[in-house]
């Protein structure tokens, strides 16, 4: 009775449902001390988050903070930090629908704790919708986004980032960008618990060859990461390394392969000042959401600063119209696969050449 009362207020306040909501509310409110589960085990988090949910809808800003509060303090004193994080986004909604005094503050401060939340147990849908929220609170167009690097460009424009601490003496920044390919079907197949192992797993990785070859992590969000390097041959080494230790480990875990695309630009950031980020950033951004899963992709002025070295065999070249980038763009592959893959990824295709 209780579960259906809930998820009749859920349903009844993103409709904004004004006929039937003072029902509803009614008859939840003798309960708002009680959790809500399925089941015996699964919980769904404090009853009175329902409450506010309704209230909200109802214009009673007051009672739907009241609300949210109580909901904040039995989720978080119960450990059940998927409704917390739930409860900070409506409670964030509400707070800016309202608009009163230190609204906005409490907003955004709600969201940024959301996102933590989010970003640790892997629950895309509430990461979605609060960096979509918060994007829109500080003035960040929110449309378009199809892949974690569109979210981690939005983030990173929305929160500058001087770029000339990380330029190399030529005053050049090599940007890298990374994306798990179909993050969402992963997801529903595996499941929350599943997804949060493999997303930790994969996130350690990156992070320890980030270490290794000393990229600076500007921003991170889903899945997505976006670093800068100045060296592009480190970054090219450390694209390389990734694909390698990502491969290493899911050859270890072949339920649950992870495939992930990468991409990266070389600009002048000392040369290109403030249009850096319009310039450059976008254009990795465009090249890493081009490559396929299990890819590395670079521009053409990255090759042409790396080739030399003769440390790195660019493949496949082709001429891509990027979204947003005037014109054509030539990119390269980066060959990744150490030799024993090559030898055995050759067998069954002698006249291709590998990526």
């Known amino acids: 009775w209780l579960m259906s009362l809930a998820y009749l207020s859920e349903a009844c306040a993103r409709l904004a449902d004004a006929e039937h909501a003072p029902a509803l509310y009614e008859m939840l409110r003798p309960f708002a001390q009680l959790t809500v589960t399925i ?79 989010a970003r640790e147990l892997g629950m ?61 079907v992963l997801t529903e197949r595996l499941g929350d618990r599943r997804w949060v192992q493999l997303l930790r797993s994969h996130n350690d990785i990156v992070r320890a060859e980030l270490a290794r070859h000393g990229g600076f992590e500007v921003k991170s969000q889903g899945d997505g990461f976006m670093v800068a390097f100045q060296s592009a041959r480190r970054a090219v080494q450390c694209a390389i390394a990734m694909q390698r230790a990502l491969a290493r480990s899911g050859a270890q875990h072949p339920d649950a392969p992870i495939r992930v695309r990468i991409g990266l630009h070389t600009g ?10 319009g310039r450059n950033v976008v254009l990795a951004a465009r090249i890493a959401n081009a490559a396929q899963g299990g890819e590395i992709l670079v521009s053409s002025v990255l090759k042409e600063l790396t080739e030399s070295i003769g440390d790195a065999r660019f493949v496949n070249a082709r001429d891509l ?7 054509t763009r ?18 069954g295709r002698p006249d291709e050449t590998l990526g």
Not at 88 to 116: F, M, T, V
Not at 268 to 277: R, T, V, W
Not at 330 to 347: D, F
């Open 39 to 117: 089941g015996p085990v699964l919980p769904l988090g404090s009853a009175a988050r329902h409450l506010g949910l309704l209230a909200a809808a109802l214009g009673r800003h007051t009672d739907a903070a009241e609300h949210f509060e109580a909901a904040l303090a039995m989720n978080a004193r119960m450990g059940m930090q998927q409704a917390v994080a739930r409860t900070q986004l409506n409670y964030a909604e509400l707070l800016l629908a309202r608009n009163g005094s230190g609204d906005r503050a409490k907003a955004l401060d709600l969201l940024n704790r959301a996102l933590d939340i």
């Open 321 to 327: 119209e990027l979204k947003g980038i005037a014109g």
């Open 268 to 277: 002048e950031a000392i040369k290109e000042g403030h249009d850096f980020f």
């Open 124 to 184: 895309k849908l509430v990461l979605e919708q609060a960096l979509a929220l918060k994007l829109r609170v500080q003035g960040v167009p929110t449309n378009n986004f199809t892949t974690s690097v569109d979210a981690v460009v939005a983030v990173a424009q929305g929160e500058p980032t001087d770029w000339q601490r990380h330029a190399a003496p030529d005053g050049t920044v090599t940007i890298l960008f990374t994306d798990i390919e179909g993050s969402t």
């Open 330 to 347: 030539r990119v390269y592959g980066v060959a990744w696969q150490e030799e024993t893959e090559c030898q055995s990824a050759k067998q």
